[in-house]
């Protein structure tokens, strides 16, 4: 009996990712705006680790968003969050699926090429960030 319940409590263990290594992950979460107002199309914030807290891996995350403008960032396999660290930003918002041909994809993408959001800093300490708000220019 005793050897059935250390078989049980180990594959409980198991099947419910006890060991995985996974870093502290911090919820982040925001909207994005097209002027002030809600994204013509659906699109996605990519956050791209330029640094992590000592000793933490490099894992990028991805928000999807859709016409209301709100995300939340995924990493580690559908991990909600990010690692501590600093991230530089990207947005993408396509108006239609670019074909591979040169300069298909900027003609595409409705954020202008030279908006470069700020940098985001990710700190376990100061706990999830929940309010970001990235406002994308119109396009020249």
Partial sequence: MFKRAIFVAGLLCVLSGCGRDLPEIVPVSGRVQFDGGPPPYAGRVEFLPLETATGLPRRPGTGKFGPDGYFEVVSFNGTKGLVPGRYRVRIECLS?????????????????????????????????????????????
């Fill in 96 to 140: 239609h699926q670019p074909a591979p041909a040169p300069g298909e994809y900027e003609k595409a993408n409705l954020v202008p090429a030279d908006y470069q959001p700020p940098e985001l800093i990710v700190d376990a300490e100061k706990g999830g960030i929940n309010d970001l708000i990235y406002d994308v220019p119109k396009k020249k």
